[in-house]
């Protein structure tokens, strides 16, 4: 039996968490996993690289390549060396935009890595698939686009002493921390080129998985490149949306059928046939029931957050619901 070819969109830790769970599946499925990225990454380490030197931001390329590293020990220690942030001279704490003069200061390893990989070798798909050979990865790991994006939104009340005023708030991490409510969202450049190697993967795959993870910075993003919303519309894959267990600081405010709703909005084309939910996340089913019929799919219950109480998806839990749903029909 060929394996079962899943796409998954997003960045950052919720794409993270999705990877992970995929994992905890290959013992009752055999996938076919990629990852395809968000490049709109402008904080951090990832910012730093980006605005210095150029290229992609690799902070969420690299989280996505640990998620889906290898279990072998020497794998598993390449994998604690990408994630190894470099504190600042003389032992001090460094933050994500590093510390005074020192310019190793808050980057991770993974991110220099894929930096210097992708001057060596030309193109930034083929040192990812290289840096993925390092790691023993069980997949493989695209970004949306070969070109960085910048992401912008209109949102009312990003100054809270003008609530009723509309602002253009500019770059992946001011979205992310607004204070406000987006009201749209858009990329520039506008229509950036669809990664060739991702839209390939979209149309054969078996399943897309959209979220979790930051709706309008990771998940949404995905919608903006014509060449791969192309690619999803079209695409005869299956398609999953697994919502968040909280709103974001960038979607306060926001219901979860206001999830769903925004993936109609930006691409009114989009058909689902599953939205996955933590059972215990969802106060109104029948609300988030009526906003999964609207997209055409039936929305899965299922206890996918972790235990303890905080708002994060358990790997293990999430893999477990994805089992049955990713398996159906084989």
Known sequence: MTPTRVVAFGGGHGLSASLRALRHCVPGLDLDITAVVTVGDDGGSSGRLRAERGGLPPGDLRQALVALAGDHPATRRSAALFQHRFAAAGGGAAGGDGAGTDSLAGHAVGNLLLHGLTELLGDPVVALDHAGAMLGAVGRVLPMSRQPVGIEARVRG???DRPDEVRTVRGQHQVAVTCGTVE?????????????????????????????????TSVLPHLLVPGLADAIVSSPARRLVTLNLVAEKETLGLSLPDHLDTLRRYLPELKVDMVLADSKAVADPVAVERAAESLGARLVLAPVAVTDGTPRHDPAALGA??????????
């Open 321 to 330: 619901a994805l089992v049955p749903v990713l398996g159906a029909d084989r």
């Open 184 to 216: 749209s969202l858009r990329l520039t450049p506008a229509a950036p080129a669809a990664c060739a190697e991702a839209v390939a993967a979209v149309g054969a795959a078996d399943w897309l998985i959209f979220g979790p993870g930051s709706w309008y």
């Open 158 to 160: 990003a100054d809270p």
